[in-house]
Every structure is written in structure tokens, then in C-alpha cells.
T-cell receptor, first 116, second 111 residues
Framework: DAGVIQSPRHEVTEMGQEVTLRCKPI?????LFWYRQTMMRGLELLIY????????DSGMPEDRFSAKMPNASFSTLKIQPSEPRDSAVYFC??????????????FGAGSRLTVL | SQQGEEDPQALSIQEGENATMNCSYK?????LQWYRQNSGRGLVHLIL?????REKHSGRLRVTLDTSKKSSSLLITASRAADTASYFC???????????FGQGTRLTINP
């Protein structure tokens, strides 16, 4: 397996523009997580899915953020409109609860977002 | 919310020395995990310790867990330059499915 695949790796956009980040989890994994990492706030959990269903979105900062998982092999995180304070590295991670008996996460390489 | 808090925030040692990082958490847990992040990369799982375990080893890694003190430590023995990275503890906050990460310890191994 190629691991968790995220795109784009880098995104530079202007304030007010829509940003879409994409994630392909590891095949067979039934959990998918979106995290955001900044120097000030560290790693924050934004939302996670189980079997494509959103379970907990309490970490989503505000209505400008939305996430979807239309099928087991694809998820998106959308920011509309983007603001400079959204600049961060966004990580997608997947896991298989049944295999390990716990959620051991495999992370993607991250998408570095810069909003000017 | 930040469940795990690592200490120290930064650690610099000479190659060959042992490195110890600590993690404290607030609520009950089912398990605690340690992850490593190299600069510019995603996090990589290192080791998991369950709440009914007190110590676990994996190669040069040794993890301890004290549930009465709500704390864990990660020991890296005979450090190498390649161990330079940030190390994070993560907990499952009362057995929840989600993992909450601490702020991390930035470890630098000097050759």
C-alpha cells in the first residue's frame, strides 16, 4: 500500500478563496481523521469519520470549514472562504480499529496551506 | 483540547546518550501512544502501551506508564543523529476513538 495520500502538498492562496484538501486513506482502514498543526496550537483534531460517517466534528473551527467522505477511499476538507489564520499544515490519518484493538494512526505527509 | 503535555519542550544531547521525555495527561485512558515527526513530514507511530501495562520495549525504545500519576515516559537509549525529531504522546481520552496529541518534545542529537 502507498500509505495515506494527501494532495496538494503545498497550497498558497489569497484570503477569501476556497481551498480543498484531499485525502486517500489506506485501503481497509475504517477510521479517517483530519488534524491541523500550527506552532501556536500544536496538533488539533478537526473531525473524524468511521465507515465514512462523521462521528465528531467538534474541533472544526467554524462554519467556514467542512469535511466530507463520500466513499471509503476519499475524503475532502474544504475551507470557504479562507483566512490568513487558517495557514497551517493539515494532516489526514487513517486507522483500522479492528486490526489493532486501538486506533493506531497512519499519517499522510500533510498539506501545507498558506493564506495571504 | 490538549490531553497530553510533554516535558521538556526541547532536549539536546550528544550522540550515544540516552534521551528521556515525559508526558502527563488529565483523564482516564485505555492506551497511550508515542509518535515521532521528522521535520516537514507526517507523524509516525512508535509504540502503544495499554492502561494495564506498566512498561513496554521496542528496540531502543522503552515506554513506562503510571496511571496513578497519569504520566508516561519515553526513553531512547544509545541515541543516534537519525533520532533527531519531535516526539508526541497521544491518548484516547477515556477510551474514546479519537486521539488527542500533546505539544511534543523537540529532540536534537548532536554528532
Amino acid at each position: 500500500d502507498a500509505g495515506v495520500i494527501q494532495s496538494p502538498r503545498h497550497e498558497v492562496t489569497e484570503m477569501g478563496q476556497e481551498v480543498t484538501l484531499r485525502c486517500k486513506p489506506i485501503s481497509g482502514h475504517d477510521y479517517l481523521f483530519w488534524y491541523r498543526q500550527t506552532m501556536m496550537r500544536g496538533l488539533e483534531l478537526l473531525i473524524y469519520f468511521n465507515n465514512n460517517v462523521p462521528i465528531d466534528d467538534s474541533g472544526m473551527p467554524e462554519d467556514r470549514f467542512s469535511a466530507k467522505m463520500p466513499n471509503a477511499s476519499f475524503s475532502t476538507l474544504k475551507i470557504q472562504p479562507s483566512e490568513p489564520r487558517d495557514s497551517a499544515v493539515y494532516f489526514c490519518a487513517s486507522s483500522s480499529w479492528t486490526v489493532s484493538g486501538a486506533n493506531v494512526l497512519t499519517f499522510g505527509a500533510g498539506s501545507r496551506l498558506t493564506v495571504l | 483540547s490538549q490531553q497530553g503535555e510533554e516535558d521538556p519542550q526541547a532536549l539536546s544531547i550528544q550522540e550515544g546518550e540516552n534521551a528521556t521525555m515525559n508526558c502527563s495527561y488529565k483523564t482516564s485512558i485505555n492506551n497511550l501512544q508515542w509518535y515521532r515527526q521528522n521535520s516537514g513530514r507526517g507523524l509516525v507511530h512508535l509504540i502503544l502501551i495499554r492502561s494495564n501495562e506498566r512498561e513496554k520495549h521496542s528496540g531502543r525504545l522503552r515506554v513506562t506508564l503510571d496511571t496513578s500519576k497519569k504520566s508516561s515516559s519515553l526513553l531512547i537509549t544509545a541515541s543516534r543523529a537519525a533520532d533527531t525529531a519531535s516526539y508526541f504522546c497521544a491518548t484516547d481520552e477515556g477510551g474514546a476513538q479519537k486521539l488527542v496529541f500533546g505539544q511534543g518534545t523537540r529532540l536534537t542529537i548532536n554528532p
